[in-house]
């Protein structure tokens, strides 16, 4: 319980400091405020995406369906977080260009990335057969995260964009961000990380339980 | 400024909420794990 409690008051500092200090970017203004919330909500979802290739990996490796019980769940918190990260994208989008969508190369970049795991359950859903589905939601889970790097740190960066992009770092790979900043955003990263493991830790039991019960059923 | 500890009460909120609901959630979990055994 000690690890819970650390968590609630750890994101808790981490909103009110996030309110409470200067804005991060003052040439941007308040809005920029969104940044504590947007790149750990953006983060998560490649680490996500990431678990889900190893777990595709291992179900493919010891066809322990236990293995793609966890991709699948990962992979569906992974969805939940990108479309967060594109709903708070969206918000700063809307009060620093005018408009919620712009079709900017980052947008552009995580609604590809939506439709692709999203076509990774429509694929999950549309086979029959535990094992077929498995090895067939594992390959595509597998291709499907290849393109995830590019789409997130390349291809934003090569294209022209409206979209901030040495606000963590600069092209020397220095931090653009003043201490105070960098302190409640490493803490935000930290504890968003945290949320996320303990949300799969739950779905990955909740997957156990209802293999169980199906299990017995038969 | 106002504006700003409206937000973060909101957040505030929110975060509470979410935070309540999965502590409700694990005990949840661990009950019916204590029942599959």
Known sequence: MWWKTLIFVAMSVVIVFSFVTPAPQPQIGEASRIFYYHIPLAWICVIAFAMSMVYSIRYLKTRNIAEDDKAAEVARLGLIFCALATVTGSIFAKVTWGSFWNWDPRETSIFVLLLLYGAYFALRGAIEGEEKKAALAA?????????????????????PSLHPNESVVNKEMQFTMGVTVRWIFAASLVCFTLIFLWIFNLARRVSVIRRAQMEREQ | MDGNYVTMVVTLVVWVGLFIFLVRLDKKVKRLEEKLK
Do not use: N, S
């Open chain 1, 139 to 159: 390959a595509y889970a597998i291709f499907a995260f290849i393109t995830v790097p590019f789409l997130i740190f390349v291809m934003p960066r090569v294209v």
